[in-house]
Nanobody, 115 residues
Framework: QVQLLESGGGLVQAGGPLRLSCVAS????????MAWYRQHPGKQRELVAEITKGSFTNYADFVKGRFTIVRNIAKNTVYLVMNSLKPEDTAVYYC?????????WGQGTQVTVSS
């Protein structure tokens, strides 16, 4: 089993930066992949960025060039570094991990971007 704890959400002005953190309860090197999703009110969760065990990264088109997913294996932590934030980035952001074929989710952290 894997527990995930996100932090770093908050209120930021449009154009500003924010960094989300996700700490895993086990070594992230053992995880098949980790990812960040987001959910707007009344909508389905959508993939933002993911990083695999082999360090392959994948980004949604709407964040390419603005967001970066980074992992620190020593700290069992994955970060989502967000720059040039837009009001439409306002959402609840969730950290996920896949381990032995099972998906795990964090509780989510709210990001609000003011115009």
């Amino acid at each position: 089993q894997v527990q995930l704890l996100e932090s770093g959400g908050g209120l930021v002005q449009a154009g500003g930066p924010l960094r989300l953190s996700c700490v895993a309860s086990r070594s992230i090197f053992s995880l098949d992949a980790m990812a960040w999703y987001r959910q707007h009110p009344g909508k389905q969760r959508e993939l933002v960025a993911e990083i695999t065990k082999g360090s392959f990264t994948n980004y949604a088109d709407f964040v390419k060039g603005r967001f970066t997913i980074v992992r620190n294996i020593a700290k069992n932590t994955v970060y989502l570094v967000m720059n040039s934030l837009k009001p439409e980035d306002t959402a609840v952001y969730y950290c996920t991990a896949r381990y032995l074929g099972t998906g795990y989710w964090g509780q989510g952290t709210q990001v609000t971007v003011s115009s």
